[in-house]
Nanobody, 127 residues
Framework: QVQLRESGGELVQAGGSLRLSCAASGGTFSTYIMAWFRQAPGKEREFIAAIRWGGGSTYYGDSVKGRFTISRSNAEDTVTLQMSSLNPDDTAVYYC????????????????????WGQGTQVTVSS
């Protein structure tokens, strides 16, 4: 059973940086596409970024382009989200997600296209 575990969320000041990690286990991830989403109170789940484990192609949501970077470590089965220039609008619970193949909807950030989800990690940006 695939399991995803996020870590790294914390309180940070506006303008600061933060790195989130997602540890993946229970599967062979060479064909997977991994993603980060976030959800703020009262809002829909928002696509942040995705990465194909094999090849490393990346995809980003418009709100984070140029500020966030997604990467993966083959050796550690870990996906990282490096966030910079944070602002209060980035406050949300951040979720790691995985899909066995990069099928329709995964690269465009459709939440329903992802089969596995972590429990989330809270990121709070103070002004």
């Amino acid at each position: 059973q695939v399991q995803l575990r996020e870590s790294g969320g914390e309180l940070v000041q506006a303008g600061g940086s933060l790195r989130l990690s997602c540890a993946a286990s229970g599967g062979t991830f060479s064909t997977y596409i991994m993603a980060w989403f976030r959800q703020a109170p009262g809002k829909e789940r928002e696509f942040i970024a995705a990465i194909r484990w094999g090849g490393g192609s990346t995809y980003y949501g418009d709100s984070v382009k140029g500020r966030f970077t997604i990467s993966r470590s083959n050796a550690e089965d870990t996906v990282t989200l490096q966030m910079s220039s944070l602002n209060p609008d980035d406050t949300a619970v951040y979720y790691c997600a995985a899909a066995p193949l990069p099928t329709y909807g995964t690269t465009s950030g459709r939440p329903g296209s992802y089969r596995y989800w972590g429990q989330g990690t809270q990121v709070t940006v103070s002004s």
